[in-house]
Nanobody, 127 residues
Framework: QVQLVESGGGLVQAGESLRLSCAASGYTFSNFMGWFRQAPGKEREFVAARRWSAGMSLYSDSMEGRVFISRDSAKNTVYLQMDSLRPEDTAVYYC?????????????????????WGQGTQVTVSS
């Protein structure tokens, strides 16, 4: 059974940094793991993903250059480092992991590519 537990969210000021963590259990990291976010009244939005077995990373246009996804294999934990945060980055951030299906890279920018989700962690950026 796959479980994903996010942590690290909080309240920061614009321009500051934050690192989110996603502790994974029961997952083999054989496919993409990623991060999405959802602001009030908006749809869930892709942020970043990586397939470590293929050395492939995907980043959203809105956050590329300001975020970096990484992993600590010993801790089974995936991180999302976010820099130069803006008020429009305020959202609940979710960790997600894809199942066994293998599709084109573009599919993994969409939420439907992911089978497992964490409960989310709130990030609030004040101006």
């Amino acid at each position: 059974q796959v479980q994903l537990v996010e942590s690290g969210g909080g309240l920061v000021q614009a321009g500051e940094s934050l690192r989110l963590s996603c502790a994974a259990s029961g997952y083999t990291f054989s496919n993409f793991m990623g991060w999405f976010r959802q602001a009030p009244g908006k749809e869930r939005e892709f942020v970043a993903a990586r397939r470590w077995s293929a050395g492939m990373s995907l980043y959203s246009d809105s956050m590329e250059g300001r975020v970096f996804i990484s992993r600590d294999s010993a801790k089974n934990t995936v991180y999302l480092q976010m820099d130069s945060l803006r008020p429009e980055d305020t959202a609940v951030y979710y960790c997600a992991a894809a199942g066994d299906g293998v599709y084109g890279a573009s599919y993994y920018y969409t939420a439907r590519a992911y089978d497992y989700w964490g409960q989310g962690t709130q990030v609030t950026v004040s101006s």
